[in-house]
């Protein structure tokens, strides 16, 4: 059975910091999609970053590029969120989210089918 597993949400002021880590088991990777998902402005959970396991490729959303970086530690079978210069707009539940044996990764919410139980991050100003 594939499990995600985040952890290290939490509270931080406006121009800190955050990291997300999503503990990725009962799954061996080859061509998915891992994203981080988090609800959009018309309240649909929406891709912040997505990493492609075979090509490496990494896509952001425009409120996020250049602040947020996803990665991935294959060792550990564990993928990162590092959030940075963080804004009050960022408080939401993060979600870790699978989308096995794809050649490409889309932001949307129903391309994934497995999910983590979520991660609350909230800032203050």
């Known amino acids: 059975e594939v499990q995600l597993v985040e952890s290290g949400g939490g509270s931080a002021q406006a121009g800190g910091s955050l990291r997300l880590a999503c503990v990725i088991s009962g799954h061996t990777f080859a061509d998915d999609c891992l994203g981080w998902m988090r609800k959009n402005k018309h309240g649909l959970r929406w891709a912040v970053a997505t990493l492609h396991t075979s090509s490496g490729k990494t896509t952001y959303d425009d409120t996020v590029d250049g602040r947020f970086t996803i990665s991935l530690d294959r060792a550990k079978n564990t993928m990162y969120l590092q959030m940075d210069n963080l804004r009050e707009t960022d408080s939401e539940v993060y979600y870790c989210?699978?989308?096995?044996?794809?050649?490409?990764?889309?932001?949307?919410?129903?391309?994934?089918?497995?999910w983590g139980h979520g991660a609350q991050v909230t800032v203050a100003s």
């Open positions: 989210a699978l989308d096995a044996r794809t050649t490409w990764c889309s932001p949307a919410d129903p391309y994934y089918e497995t």
